[in-house]
């Protein structure tokens, strides 16, 4: 039971239709308490705590040998969306900033994330095609990844740092 409450982040997984997108979701509000608990280091803590725990719940729930996995599982999402996130509760807490003051970063972080995580290019893909509960963690870790670059880029942009 423990498993199930931790891969389906607290039963979000449950939700139709597109499930991971209900994690991506459910993630956001979690991420702004994550960061106004502990700033980016409680964030990131949080991130890798909540990986090892999906890790191992993902692991239990598809023990079975069936789909590797199941739709309901978005704790990927989760850790996944809350990496997207970390340009923008870094920024917020190293200049002491209200983290929703950067909402247009949050909107990107969502969208670019939910981009990759459905689209899968690259090790996204790599990784999805593991076929075990580390490569359902691992895509959404690189699309996080991908998605804070893409932040990043944008926030750049935004700010005239990229204009010539």
């Given at each position: 039971m423990i498993a199930r409450i931790l891969?389906?982040?607290c039963f979000v997984g449950y939700l139709r239709p597109a499930p991971g997108t209900w994690g991506s979701l459910a993630a956001l509000p979690l991420a702004w308490v994550l960061h106004q608990l502990g700033g980016f280091p409680g964030l990131a803590l949080a991130a890798v705590a909540y990986f090892i725990a999906a890790w191992w719940a993902t692991a239990q729930m598809t023990a079975?040998?069936?789909?590797?996995?199941?739709s309901?599982?978005?704790?990927?999402?989760v850790v996944g969306q809350w990496i997207a996130l970390f340009p923008l509760s870094y920024a917020a807490w190293d200049r002491g900033?209200?983290?929703?003051?950067m909402w247009p970063g949050w909107v990107a972080a969502f969208v670019l994330f939910r981009l990759f995580d459905i689209w899968k290019p690259w090790l996204v893909g790599w990784a999805d095609?593991?076929?075990?509960a580390l490569g359902v963690?691992?895509?959404?870790?690189?699309a996080g990844v991908f998605a804070a670059i893409g932040v990043m880029?944008?926030?750049?942009l935004a700010h005239g740092v990229l204009m010539a």
């Open positions: 891969g389906t982040a079975d040998g069936g789909d590797h996995d199941p309901e599982i978005v704790a990927d999402e900033l209200d983290i929703l003051v095609q593991r076929g075990d963690m691992l895509d959404d870790v690189i880029l944008l926030a750049a």
